[in-house]
């Protein structure tokens, strides 16, 4: 997705809502910190919105509606337990850079809360784009590393991450 097409979703979901503020908290959440990020990394078609209120009312722009059949992407309404992320991060959240939101602001996860998250689901489109991020240099070995430690996992979880953070890492010595 584009930066103009998140702010497409933000600008829906001020109008149905009523508020002025989300946290993106997907992929998309890049846009934060890097506005004019390629494409290629942010394949998915939805925006992961957390609204504070009227979440249900999310759903006309959400998947299969008629938003998502007209426009091909669509706003995936969610909470903030959707994603395990390290302690700390509404602190850390970047707002989105400006544009054509209509004043709906859109707070985005720092690049490494966003990798910790992704490191922790753990699926097959997340290890690729970690794998990506640390390719692209956008997240730092020893910063990740860190947050690990500053997130509610088990220590095996934990083992299982500073092995899959150590791989993606190797893979740039190359």
Not at 42 to 56: G, H, K, M, P, Y
Request: hydrophobic share 40%; charged share 30%.
């Amino acid at each position: 997705m584009k930066k103009q097409q998140v702010e497409h979703v933000l600008r829906a979901a001020g109008r149905i809502t009523g508020q002025k503020r989300f946290i993106i908290i997907g992929s998309q959440s890049l846009h934060g910190a890097h506005p004019d990020l390629a494409d290629e990394i942010l394949t998915s078609f939805e925006v992961d919105i957390v609204a504070a209120r009227n979440v249900e009312w999310l759903n006309a722009i959400g998947s299969d509606s008629p938003f998502h059949e007209s426009f091909g992407y669509f706003a995936d309404p969610v909470d903030e337990s959707t994603a395990i992320l390290p302690k700390g991060w509404k602190a850390r959240l970047i707002n989105l850079a400006s544009g054509d939101t209509e004043g709906v602001q859109g707070l985005c996860l720092e690049p490494h809360d966003l990798a910790i998250a992704k490191y922790v689901a753990g699926r097959e489109k997340d290890n690729v784009f970690t794998r990506e991020l640390v390719r692209r240099g956008i997240v730092k070995r020893d910063k990740l590393l860190l947050l690990l430690e500053h997130t509610p996992l088990s220590e095996e979880q934990r083992e299982r991450i500073r092995t899959r953070i150590d791989h993606d890492f190797s893979l740039v010595r190359k």
